[in-house]
């Protein structure tokens, strides 16, 4: 309702994360468009300078839209540790350093929550993973789409499956994290279940609104 369609024909994944850009394939996958990435067009890696998802996934789908003059998706996320305030969030790829080491991020959140604890602190282990899309056209015209998933953060980290902190996040209702299942359960788009990952909800509304009529 009110949302621009999209029509099939190329359209660019503005994302350098191979994990990222693999999923959205994914999840793209049975709607039959030619996609691009940005890092096969050479397209720069803008520096994330917002302050909100939706701002950092603005930033990089525009960004693409501009540089390649085709419609451009995409995808900002995180994970959010409520006894963090919320943290690492948009800083999520950051927490991981140049190295991209995920197992050091993942102990970071653990050592402070644990800090947390043993100064007094609540023993709160919610966390959550959002997901923002934005899809950008070269006329400037842009759609936003979040999804989000609850859970509990769990130490130690289990399972090899996924990317980034899917090994130390397990979705309510499950008995397994991320990174203990295969793409198909994480996306949970499936027959008539509800859609399960961030990006997975994220992507039913994008579709929804932009792709179906
Ligand atoms: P972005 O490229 O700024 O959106 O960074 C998102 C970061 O959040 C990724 O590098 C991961 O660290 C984390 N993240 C986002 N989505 C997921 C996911 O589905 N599983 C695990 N980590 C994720």
Known sequence: MGHRKLEPGK????SHNKGKIREINELLAPYGFDVVSAGELNLPEPEETGTTFEANAALKA???AEGSGLPSLADDSGFCVAALGGDPGIYS?????PDKDFAMAMRTIEEKLQTGFSSGAEQNRRGSFVAVLCLAWPDGHQEYFRGEVEGDVVWPPRGTEGFGYDPMFQPDGHDRTFGEMSP???HGLSDDREPLSHRARAFT???EGCLKG
Do not use: Y
């Open 11 to 14: 359209l660019v994944v503005a």
């Open 184 to 186: 198909e359960e994480k």
């Open 62 to 64: 525009v960004a693409a």
């Open 205 to 207: 509304l994008f579709a």
């Open 93 to 97: 790829a950051r927490w991981a350093g």
